[in-house]
């Protein structure tokens, strides 16, 4: 009968190579994520009303000038010429959010993380055990 000691080799390996590579795939991943895809960006807003309601106005990179009309409701706090920052996509104007936007690829991130933890503390106390 094998002791556990003579078991926890093979675990160890075995979790070594299916936590190991797919986190440092998951981590490179996105790297490549953040370092490549940009797909929010920050403009300065300007409340506006006229004839048509209430929103906002922003210049695009191109200068080109984008409203986001709103319900009054919407804007309670602020008053006409109001200034704010609004995040919005450079390839679609019309989509857009005035809260800071979530960072690209994060699940990813804290996936890769947690499974490159436990392949590379598998991989160690895999070198470690046969000292014992």
Not at 85 to 109: C, F, N, S
Request: with cysteine.
């Amino acid at each position: 009968m094998p002791t556990a000691l003579e078991m926890a080799g093979p675990i160890l390996e075995m979790m070594t190579w299916l936590c190991l590579p797919p986190g440092l795939a998951l981590l490179f991943y996105s790297g490549i994520l953040r370092r490549f895809v940009h797909p929010w960006t920050v403009a300065e807003a300007v409340v506006y009303a006229d004839a048509t309601g209430t929103g906002f106005r922003w210049f695009d990179r191109k200068y080109q000038v984008h409203h986001a009309p709103m319900s009054p409701h919407d804007i309670k706090d602020l008053t006409v010429g109001d200034t704010l920052p609004i995040y919005y996509h450079p390839k679609r104007p019309t989509q857009w959010q005035t809260a800071a936007p979530e960072a690209v690829g994060r699940t990813a991130v804290v996936l890769g993380r947690v499974l490159t933890g436990i392949g590379a503390v598998s991989l160690i106390a895999g070198f470690l055990l046969p000292m014992f």
